[in-house]
């Protein structure tokens, strides 16, 4: 069975440019999550979604990043426009709905570099 | 406000000895917590869970402990084996899939 899928896999851009990053979850995973994680640090959550629904975006910085689901499958986390500080690792995650203690199945994460 | 801690950013122990990942949380709603496994250039891996029933949970040789009233897990690996060398999470849940990561522990077992 196939993993999580994140591409790509490492992007560099200048600041103030725009950058997307897509994610297929496994399949049959109805609930995917968007991470950040800086270095040295463990994943923060961004976004959380429940089929094509975002049931927590509490702590996505709405002014310049976006995400969506449409089709409750794979997913796309933008940001517009980057800057220095968002040089981090993000991370996409699926698990099924209702499982107990809800593993989450992450994906290599997309690594990237504002210059 | 940082409601997983992990307080040793490494460790390093000798191979078939026991390595113990220590790990501090400060909400007492936290219904599950887990363990990942991180390899440089991957994404983390679940490793192992307990519930906030329980003190105790074993697979292989892994072995979580959990103290609720210290507010303190522990993830014990014996014996330790070069290929367990990664970064080590630990995760608190509460009820809606709200999860929280602590900052890892880098281990190293030396052959």
């Known amino acids: 069975e196939a993993g999580v899928v994140q591409s790509p896999r490492y992007k560099i851009i200048e600041k103030k440019q725009p950058v997307a990053f897509w994610c297929n979850p496994i399949?049959?995973?109805?609930?995917l999550y968007w991470y950040l994680q800086n270095l040295g640090q463990g994943p923060e959550l961004l976004i959380r979604?429940?089929?094509?629904?975002?049931?927590?975006d509490s702590q996505l910085p709405k002014d310049r990043f976006s995400a969506e689901r449409l089709k409750g499958v794979d997913s796309t986390l933008k940001i517009q426009p980057a800057e220095l500080g968002d040089s981090a690792v993000y991370l996409c995650?699926?698990?099924?709905?209702?499982?107990?203690?809800?593993?989450?199945?992450f994906g290599p994460g997309t690594r990237l570099t504002v210059t | 406000d940082q409601q997983v801690k992990q307080n040793s950013p490494s460790l390093s122990v000798q191979e078939g000895r026991i390595s113990i990942l220590n790990c501090d949380y400060t909400n007492s709603m936290f219904d599950y917590f887990l363990w990942y496994k991180k390899y440089p250039a991957e994404g983390p891996t679940f490793l192992i869970s307990i519930s906030s029933i329980k003190d105790k949970n074993e697979d292989g040789r892994f072995t979580v402990f959990l103290n609720k009233s210290a507010k303190h897990l522990s993830l014990h690996i014996v014996p330790s084996q070069p290929g367990d060398s990664a970064v080590y999470f630990c995760?608190?849940?509460?009820?809606?899939?709200?999860?929280?990561f602590g900052t890892g522990t880098s281990l190293t077992v030396i052959p």
């Open positions: 995760a608190a849940e509460r009820t809606g899939n709200q999860f929280y």
């Open positions: 399949s049959g995973h109805n609930t």
């Open positions: 995650a699926s698990s099924e709905q209702g499982t107990s203690a809800s593993v989450q199945y």
């Open positions: 979604y429940e089929n094509e629904e975002a049931v927590d």
